[in-house]
């Protein structure tokens, strides 16, 4: 197996452990996830289509950057005439925000496991994995918020 793959099986593996805390009803939630999760609900639980969510969440499934991601977030949030659910209990705000804060200092903790350092012949350096498992990590976040919103409204 090459090294990428197992870098990948690596970091899949430290993330399984993750699922449950960005999970917003999970033991051991991260409070900010729960709050996220909730404005989702109210405020794009009703919208049947789900347009704005499904582009956010099919954005998150196939760029390579979460800057891709946050820089979506921030324009819905800011458009003219068509992001009052972005600005709706600040939701799209308060995403950036926790994206860029915890979600962040959570993959820089994640990148200096001991996990990751064992894997003999790792070319990537610490900065590359800790993007790697950031953006993983949004990924999985985005996911959740969007499957909430979508339950909401079934």
């Known amino acids: 197996m090459s090294n990428e793959l197992l870098v990948q099986a690596a970091i899949r593996q430290l993330l ?24 989702a609900q109210a405020i794009f639980g009703q919208e049947k289509a789900h347009t ?3 582009k956010l969440e099919g954005l998150a499934l196939r760029t390579d ?10 324009r819905q949030t800011g458009k003219k005439g068509s992001s009052e659910r972005w600005q709706a209990r600040h939701f799209g705000r308060d995403l950036v925000e926790f994206l860029e804060g915890p979600l962040r200092k959570r993959a820089d903790e994640l990148a200096c496991s001991p996990v990751l350092a064992r894997i003999s012949g790792n070319s990537h350096t610490p900065e590359e994995l800790r993007l790697l498992i950031w953006l993983e990590l949004t990924r999985e ?5 969007v499957a909430h919103a ?5």
Do not use: W
């Open 16 to 39: 399984r452990f993750e699922q449950e805390r960005l999970y917003p009803h999970g033991m051991k939630v991260m409070p900010e996830i729960k709050a996220l999760a909730e404005n």
């Open 52 to 54: 704005s969510l499904q």
């Open 65 to 74: 950057l979460v800057t891709d991601i946050l820089d979506f977030v921030k």
């Open 141 to 145: 976040t985005i996911s959740h918020l």
């Open 150 to 154: 979508r339950f909401a409204a079934a």
